[in-house]
């Protein structure tokens, strides 16, 4: 066996032996974040959200929300989460309101929570309602699912829809590392054009993107798995960890890791 060819087989060893090292040590730096999400009840990311990068959102949901909760007698929020945001819109609040929560985790806690401001909370899937025709003043839905048809049919005639979503442009950056990562289209434009067959008025349809930075690997690694609709079937400690490794290696900036963030509003009317 030639010298060389024995210097060859050691240094492939060595760095295979790196890669397995540094592999398990980035192993161990995401593993409590996977472990942390595997736990995540409720929906509040207060601690774990990224810091803006330039001026914020030309819209303010909450505020928007509370105005048109002050002329309502009832309102459902669809997809309420642990309720965390439509239990401080409902401080104060005396008309009748409802959240309804898909999902089995969050549900409960959103009784909870809900429970002492006197808002019912009923686990339902929220393209499908399980309320009367009519039933409501204001439907409320930040970030979750609707379907325009099912708003229209439990709005009563001069209700409104208060509507913020997550945009088409949401970490388009990540999409070159994880081409399997979910694209849900024009959804601003299915939704408005889905809401005017209903003949309901579209009075606001805004989107917006802006830049913010994740304070590291870990931080996205989380958000990842708490929305495991964003990259189905979503490995962060196994197959996918080599697609992330180099993400950081290109996104890492000095503020974090930079991504685009998308938003849009609509607010709309049912006017006959
Ligand atoms: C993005 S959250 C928004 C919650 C709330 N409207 C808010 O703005 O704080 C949308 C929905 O996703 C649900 N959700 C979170 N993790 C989920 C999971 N692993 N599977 C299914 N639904 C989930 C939440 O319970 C919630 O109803």
Known sequence: MSKNFIVAIANSTLNAAEGHSSNSADVNRLRPYVERALTLT??????????????????NYE???????????????????GGELFAELCAGYHGRAIASEPWAVNAPIAKRRLSRREVDVVRAHSLRLPFHSGAFD?????????DPNEV????????SLLTQQIGENEWNELRPFFPRMQDFGPLLDRYVSGLQQTRMTVAVAKARDFRSAYRGLGELVYLLCISPWTIPDFDPLGKDLAALLHMEDRLAAREGLILTESRFIIEARKTT
Do not use: C, F, K, N
Not at 42 to 58: C, E, K, Q
Not at 152 to 159: D, Q, S
């Open 138 to 146: 204001l439907v409320l839905d930040r970030h979750e699912e609707l």
């Open 152 to 159: 229209h049919r439990v709005l009563r005639r001069g209700g």
């Open 42 to 59: 409720g929906w509040d990311l207060d601690r774990i959200a990224p810091t803006r990068i330039g001026p914020g959102l030309p819209w």
């Open 63 to 81: 505020r928007r929300a509370r105005e048109l909760l002050a002329q309502a007698q009832s309102v459902l929020d669809l997809g309420t989460g």
